[in-house]
């Protein structure tokens, strides 16, 4: 039987062939285990593994694990929808929060930041597929919103986020997480200081890779089915 262990080798090791297949330098592409609906003990299994960057979607279960796993080198990413009411807790608990996409839920963010903490890092999530059902600003609307976020003290703009229409095959793939970078490479052309592309999960991993992904977010191929 395959160990979580058995399944992060072969998530990292498919990882650097895409990076060597599509010259991205090597490590360029970092993994962040997505833990949604897992179990602490997987979580565990996986750390024991070296897994320190996990993302969740919930916050009431994410704060549960959070408070259970203790460890300077653990990472955590919010990857969820960001209601209000949730800010305080994700600005207090949380390293990245990938799903940012107005400016109240920004600003917001920045004030409930603690003093002691570093900079929170954020993702705007963009609206890549132009879907009714995704969430994401329009990318019409993104330079304003980063620019805006730039002037908030507490928050690292870092890049952006987005969670593409499902495609089948690798080139339909490639064109939607295109958008992306695209917009990524328009954004750090008008001189914003952005690193990171968030995207990429189990079923797009190659594609993401290959369209300049600096962060894939993969669950299932990890951690199995979810609960
Ligand atoms: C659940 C989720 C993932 C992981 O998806 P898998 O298909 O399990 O790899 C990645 N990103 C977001 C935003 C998610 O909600």
Redesign the pocket.
């Known amino acids: 039987m395959m160990t979580i262990a058995d399944h992060l080798q072969a998530v990292r090791e498919q990882i650097k062939q895409y990076e060597m297949q599509y010259a991205r330098p090597l490590h360029s592409v970092s993994l962040l285990a ?1 833990s ?1 609906n897992q179990p602490i003990d997987k979580i565990q299994q996986a750390i024991a593994a070296g897994q320190w960057a996990f ?1 969740e ?1 919930y916050l009431q279960e994410a704060l549960t694990k959070i408070a259970s796993l203790h460890h300077p080198k653990l990472e955590w990413h919010f ?2 929808a960001i209601q209000s009411n949730k800010t305080k807790k994700i600005a207090e608990h949380f390293h990245w929060a ?1 799903t940012v996409s107005d400016k109240t839920i920004a600003k917001r963010l920045n004030d409930q930041r603690p003093a002691h903490l570093p900079p929170l890092n954020i993702c705007i999530q963009v609206n890549i597929s132009q879907e009714m059902t995704k969430s994401g600003i329009n990318p019409d609307q993104l330079t304003s919103l980063v620019e805006y976020c730039e002037t908030l003290p507490r928050l690292h703009c870092r890049g952006l986020m987005a ?1 593409p229409a499902l495609k089948q095959t690798l080139p339909e793939q490639r064109q939607e997480l295109q958008k992306l970078r695209k917009l990524l490479e328009n954004l750090t052309e008008k001189g914003f200081m952005l690193d990171t592309l968030s995207m990429g ?3 797009d991993l190659e594609a993401a890779v290959a369209e300049g992904a600096t962060i894939v ?5 990890i951690f199995g089915p ?1 609960n």
């Open positions: 997505v949604k993302g979607n990857i969820g990938h969670i999960m189990s079923q977010r993969v669950g299932t191929a979810r």
